[in-house]
């Protein structure tokens, strides 16, 4: 499962694997796939540092890469506790009416929330990048368009290559024009922050858009005939995240959310912008119901909605409120039926690829 951007950076396999755990980002790495760690998580740089560190003795020397969220633009002088300031009391109100409704506990005197949204403010993006820069990272992937100018060029400057996700033919030539090396077609099937074009057209869109950019599959994608369609379409390799997150190695420290995403059908999911304020796709919950409510005082713009549900989050998550739990999860969900490691997903995917390819194979009648 060669192409020619996963031979550049050096893996047996063209599988991107985006994931917030350093173990699971560690194993995609040593089964021969391209492990990407996400970072808005870190909120301080040693603990960003520490997890480096393990995932340097973790990787057999093979290549890995990270994942930040940072704005193009940016916003001088406004601190965290200024934008806290902006939350109307109305949505503060609701949030703790919708958790009493649920019963569920407050968190412990001094205990703090486990769950923030700072690494979306760029100063914090950009302390996870002073820090990144020490270590042999290969690929830097931002969520959120094309990195500022001078983070591209800092990258460049170390020779690690840089690449953006695009829901659009128009993004994604905006990433081309900022000198980034490689888009991620994302499409509206994906986990996460996603548009609202299917995969199926939005790759061959965005591969011809940026030629001869290289360009990844993403969204939906969570066998080995679906990385073959991929490819089919132009896309040099596929950028896979939600497919991870019901491995062994995944560390969600809930086996309630566990189940519920092993018992999840494709249907289960919705994009709401119930966790940041930008349209997310996950699981639907009566929490993401909540705030989809037109009754409801609606959500708030990015960053204010994740500032205001940060400690929420958190309690749901520690108490492990089953109507609420929820996490951020595409529609392959839907194919997520069993905890298995890292390497039996990528066994699978393999012999999925392999078999798509004698499949067309047969049918060009070169078999």
């Known amino acids: 499962m060669k192409t020619e951007l996963s031979t550049r ?24 796939g391209f492990g990407v760690l996400g970072a808005v998580r870190y909120a301080a740089g040693e603990d960003l540092a520490r997890d480096l560190d393990w995932m340097q003795e ?51 005197e001094g205990e703090a929330s486990g769950w923030r949204i700072t690494g979306w403010l760029e100063q914090v993006a950009r302390s996870q990048l002073d820090v990144a820069f020490d270590y042999p990272v290969k690929l830097l992937a931002n969520a959120l368009g094309s990195p500022p100018a001078d983070v591209v060029a800092r990258a460049h400057d170390r020779g690690i290559l840089v690449a953006a996700l695009a829901g659009s033919a ?47 599959a993403a969204g939906g994608i969570g066998s080995g005939e679906q990385i073959a369609a991929g ?29 519920k995403l092993l018992a999840a059908g494709s249907g289960d999911t919705v994009r709401s912008r119930a966790l940041t304020g930008k349209p997310a796709r996950q699981l639907r919950t009566a929490w993401t119901d909540a705030w989809d409510d037109p009754q409801g005082p609606g959500t708030l713009p990015m960053p204010l ?6 400690e929420a989050v958190s309690r749901i998550q520690k108490y492990e409120v089953e109507p609420l ?43």
């Open 325 to 367: 739990l929820g996490t951020p999860v595409g529609q392959i969900v839907g194919r997520m039926n069993s905890t298995r490691s890292v390497q039996a997903v990528f066994d699978d995917l393999t012999r999925g690829f392999e078999r798509a390819i004698d499949r067309v194979n047969r049918i060009a009648g070169r078999d």
């Open 305 to 310: 909605q994740g500032l205001l549900v940060a």
């Open 170 to 216: 128009r993004h994604a030539r905006h990433h081309q024009d900022a000198g980034l090396d490689i888009v991620v077609a994302q499409g509206y099937e994906a986990g996460g922050h996603t548009g609202e074009i299917a995969s199926m057209v939005l790759t061959p869109e965005v591969v011809e858009a940026v030629d001869p950019l290289p360009v990844l």
């Open 231 to 259: 490819l089919a379409l132009g896309a040099q390799g596929v950028w896979l995240g939600s497919i991870w997150l019901t491995t062994e190695e995944a560390e969600l420290h809930s086996a309630a959310l566990t189940e």
């Open 58 to 108: 973790h990787t057999d020397g093979k290549p890995y890469g990270l994942d930040v969220v940072m704005p193009a633009k940016k916003v001088e002088g406004v601190s965290e506790a200024d934008i806290e300031a902006m939350i109307p009391q109305e949505h503060r109100a609701f949030v703790q009416e919708t958790l009493a409704k649920h019963g569920v506990p407050e968190l412990a």
């Open 9 to 32: 950076l050096g893996v047996e396999h063209a599988i991107f694997g985006f994931t917030p755990f350093p173990a699971v980002a560690a194993a995609i790495t040593r089964a021969g």
